[in-house]
DNA sequence: ACGGAAATGTTAAACGGTTAACGAACATAT
DNA sequence: ATATGTTCGTTAACCGTTTAACATTTCCGT
């Protein structure tokens, strides 16, 4: 409960002016040296810190940025990091980096029906991060206020007019169903969620059809499954692949949450993965090592995307002008236990096509 | 890149004094319903918003909480909430609560050597939440400036003298071991990591140990096995109890992720779960259900561990003077299907003892 | 009609920094 | 000796709020 110190008592102590305080914390060359040492001895003596939030209000910078979560529509009231290990992964390496670059941290949930421009003005954010679909509203709210915006996981919309960090998902559609036809599969299903309705998923989607028709293959309506974006939602339609079992041998799950799922279902009937199927995830969360057998999945860079959308960020920051950086992640496939070989596969049960 | 609107601009439009709409604002009582119309609606029109800044300086509180996370000691680089999906579901928790209550949440690792002083100092934060193992410089740090504080998973250490959210882990060992007893099973090993170091470790573990005793049933040291707490310590571990296959019937493990591990060495081997090794985890993480069979876990509240610190910081911010409340969440047992009865799977392979 | 309280405002000094503008002291060049 | 420039500092205004202290008007009881 002590009385705070500030800077004015070390400039009382020293026996100089604030002025030349402020300018020896601040690197400003404009004081003897002698002054210096003695500034510096006396702000180690007395403890001191600079307070930011009067530096903030004078020189209109906070040294802190946002990051702002998409929201769980079905509560509103959570965040979706509490269900999806996602977004600690991303938010520990925008942490990090902000860290070392001198920049402090905000998180808060984008709650429906809200605007970015309240919370920017309110805490003279000088720079957010934005995870989810972007709307319109959000670049417009930033770019009035001087605030800088990286977009993260929104590929889509108006990419060319704001700093973005993604990955290429439909690289990494391509490299599943690619690995899936490489093994000799040829009835190779997706699962996924509505396909027209998220940019994400519908780009994963292009990539499997481009691998499938660059061996000739088109891709069959009924082997297109769509569900939610859930454990559950892969469950039912592993039961559905179930009923096909004699024409798909191999499904690409679009998450691989949904992937679990499916496999939850083919265990749970008896079948057995990758014998009776071959599955591969995306987004290759730690769980695919847990699983049995663990899950080949698309790997997706989380932690270097929080990095990355923060070192671009600072540099929008610092300097204001630099042309918008796009940044596109290139997906590797990881290999794993839960995808064999078609004609492996088939001695179980009778020779290979 | 519009100039800031300030409360001077709604002055001037509204014609009344800053004085006036900074109380029509705050609720101050002080302005007829005329004067306290006009002036919201002169904010509305012109899109006004407080700057939090220059309150924060003006009263000296920051409607800001601060979170320190711990940090993976190995790397010192990253947060462990890269890693854990805990972390992540606990901050949801802290972001939502705070912002019901008003406040923002600032995010940062708490590395080694480095004070908290500094950081809320710097930024006046109100409060903050402090994960984990938590030093004797900390609360100092805190109290010195009138922060509150509250301290997360860190049972041991001067309880009493502070604010304090945590599980019952005496209890949930408890809670693990009866159920594997009450499954008819005497020969209970223990997975877990080194139960000298980690207090939370070691009050599981005297659950267990009170569990079995209970039932007559000493602890075997040769029943005790140690090894990091990951996937990999817990894969370790498996192998060890492959060795005693014989004597073992059931394991109670510490933190899922050792219990996959265990789950993984047993398959490797051609064993299955169940039936020739019941396993209950701790934790109850998302990939107790995705895994298969589904694990056996004591779970505990994460979110709302989140949620009840805030809520407790905030009330100690509100009334510095109110008395320290600890809170210890008590722990169930979620069973799914990674245990069962000592005598079923007997039937596998004889009768039942 | 008068005094006092209540209601409604205003003024101006904080809060803890930054920084433009100014100035003194001293060295150097002419 | 004078002009010129550096070096080293100070003064004071400002950032956008809050709030104690004060001022004016209105209301009410007697």
Redesign the pocket.
């Known amino acids: 409960m002590d009385?705070?110190?500030?800077?004015?008592d070390?400039?009382r102590r020293a026996?100089?002016?604030?002025?030349?305080?402020?300018?020896v914390?601040?690197g400003?060359?404009?004081?003897?040296?002698?002054?210096?040492k003695l500034v510096l001895q006396t702000i180690k003596e007395m403890g001191?810190?600079?307070?930011l939030?009067?530096?903030s209000?004078?020189?209109?910078r906070s040294q802190m940025i946002g990051v702002l979560l998409p929201i769980d529509e079905s509560t509103t009231a959570s965040l979706l990091l509490r269900d999806n290990p996602f977004y600690g992964e991303f938010i520990s390496g925008v942490e990090y980096q902000g860290m070392m670059s001198g920049y402090d941290v905000l998180i808060s949930g984008f709650r429906p029906g809200q605007s970015c421009r309240e919370w920017i003005l309110k805490r003279d954010l000088d720079g957010i991060v934005f995870v989810g679909n972007y709307t319109d509203a959000v670049s417009s709210d930033a770019k009035e206020f001087g605030s800088q915006l990286v977009l993260v996981d929104s590929y889509d919309e108006g990419l060319e007019k704001h700093h973005s960090v993604n990955i290429d998902d439909v690289q990494g559609g391509y490299a599943a169903a690619k690995h899936l036809l490489d093994l000799g599969h040829k009835n190779i299903a997706i699962a996924a969620s509505n396909i027209l309705v998220d940019g994400a998923i519908y780009r994963r989607f292009c990539g499997y059809k481009d691998a499938l028709s660059e061996k000739g293959i088109s891709v069959r309506n009924d082997f297109i499954f769509q569900d939610s974006l859930s454990f559950d939602g892969g469950y039912r339609i592993g039961l559905r692949i179930l009923e096909n079992i004699g024409q798909i041998s191999a499904v690409f799950a679009v998450a691989d949450i949904m992937a679990f799922g499916i496999m939850k279902a083919f265990y749970e009937n008896g079948k057995q993965i990758p014998r009776d199927l071959s599955i591969v995830g995306f987004d290759d969360i730690k769980t695919c090592e847990y699983v049995i057998p663990p899950l080949t999945s698309v790997h997706q860079p989380v932690y270097e995307k929080g990095i990355t959308a923060v070192n671009i960020l600072i540099d929008a920051i610092k300097n204001p002008d630099i042309p918008k950086r796009n940044v596109l992640f290139p997906l590797k496939l990881t290999e794993r236990g839960s995808t064999m070989n078609f004609c492996e596969r088939r001695l179980f049960s009778g020779a290979c096509l």
Chains 1, 2 share one sequence.
């Open positions: 009385k705070r110190i500030t800077i004015r070390i400039a026996g100089v002016s604030v002025a030349t305080v402020s300018n914390i601040n400003v060359n404009k004081a003897s040296d002698g002054t210096k001191y810190q600079p307070n939030t009067a530096r209000l004078s020189i209109n």
